[in-house]
């Protein structure tokens, strides 16, 4: 017998498992109950996520932290009404430990499953805390993905534009690699560029007639900027890395309001709305929330804890899904690809 749909008041349990993070969140009548979230330290010594050591550290971690978040909310397993998990994208190994995961409970306590799509979990993580007015251009920007999106209603979304090679996540970890940085390299550099001359060194941008993106180019001449550089001052980075940090980061940053200023003279939004990891990025906050009072249009970016990846945006998309019963079955595979 097929499952009926979901009331808005249902209790929800999210699961996020796609990269390296390990988060169980509970959405009970429309509000974030807990969300919890285990990351992965293991990868930073590497400067990159290694997707073996991942599915290692998703299984030890997925029961203690779907535990957690239960206790967090005050309630037990029994309690809930579905299970929304990621589907995809991301890696294979991950997703499989959080499908899984979803699908043995789905089994056990007769509840539906839900599968999410991740991006779109990005984009409904503005859903929590704000009663979106759409259309909405939305700027996707995260460790995989640099995405506009032009979304019409919760759940209907079309792709305007993209990267044509890196996402703008890893031109930040690949930059603080290239300094000899942390991982992961966007927090690394936004603190760094917080003392620095963001004038100090111009980085071309790469010109894309459409509204795509690309930023393979800026990572390279970052590099050869330092090489060159160092070799005239093996002290340079030693002394200027705050200035390095500042100029980078404000290039990747203009690159992508560039594209999103274009994008508004072509679509007719009602507001703007930023998501992904690197929307955690405080001068890309600024410079989009200003972008939306110059259109006098609404901004929306999520509070801190829902832009990097999380569960409660899992739980908040699952929600819609259910509500039109579009539920996940037994047999479904998890997807590495957008
Ligand atoms: O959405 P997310 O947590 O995972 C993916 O789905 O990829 O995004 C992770 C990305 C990483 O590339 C990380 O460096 C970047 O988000 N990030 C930042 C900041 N915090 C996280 N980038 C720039 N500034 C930040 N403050
Ligand atoms: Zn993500």
Same mark, same amino acid.
């Given at each position: ?6 009331? $808005? ?14 988060? $169980? ?42 535990? /957690?978040?239960?206790? /967090? ?122 003392? %620095? ?50 100029? *980078?980061?404000? $290039? ?23 998501? %992904? ?42 929600? *819609? ?13 998890? *997807?590495?690809?957008?």
């Amino acid at each position: 017998m097929s499952n009926p749909p979901l009331s $808005a008041n249902s209790t929800i349990l999210g699961i996020e498992s796609s990269c390296d993070d390990t988060s $169980a969140a509970l959405l009970i009548n429309g509000k974030i109950a807990a969300n919890i979230t285990a990351s992965q330290d293991v990868h930073r010594k590497y400067g990159g996520v290694v997707p073996e050591l991942a599915s290692r550290a998703h299984q030890s971690h997925i029961i203690p932290v779907i535990q /957690t978040a239960l206790d /967090t909310a005050g309630i037990t397993i029994h309690q809930i009404d579905a299970i929304a998990v990621t589907q995809g994208p991301g890696l294979m190994g991950s997703l499989i430990v959080g499908v899984n995961t979803a699908k043995g409970l789905s089994l056990a306590l007769k509840k539906p499953l839900i599968g999410v799509n991740h991006l779109h979990a990005h984009i409904a993580a503005l859903y929590i805390e704000h009663d979106v007015v759409f259309p909405m251009l939305c700027l996707l920007v995260s460790g995989g993905h640099t995405q506009l999106i032009w979304a019409e209603a919760p759940g209907i979304y079309s792709l305007v534009g993209q990267t044509i090679d890196d996402a703008v996540g890893e031109a930040f970890d690949k930059g603080s690699k290239i300094m000899g940085m942390g991982y992961p390299g966007g927090p690394e550099i936004a603190h760094w560029s917080e003392t %620095g001359n963001d004038q100090f060194q111009k980085f071309p941008d790469s010109q894309t007639d459409s509204l795509d993106f690309s930023f393979s180019g800026i990572k390279t001449s970052l590099l050869y900027f330092l090489q060159k550089s160092q070799q005239r001052d093996p002290e340079f980075l030693a002394t200027h890395r705050a200035d390095v940090c500042a100029s *980078y980061q404000k $290039a990747l940053i203009d690159m992508l309001l560039k594209r999103v200023k274009k994008a508004l003279k072509e679509f007719p939004a009602a507001s703007i709305g930023l998501m %992904g990891g690197v929307s955690a990025n405080r001068l890309l906050r600024s410079e989009f929330a200003t972008l939306g009072q110059t259109h006098q249009i609404p901004t929306y970016i999520p509070s801190f804890e829902y832009c990097t990846d999380n569960a409660a945006m899992i739980a908040q998309a699952g929600l *819609y899904l259910g509500q039109q019963a579009q539920y996940m079955s037994m047999g479904a595979l998890p *997807y590495t690809r957008a």
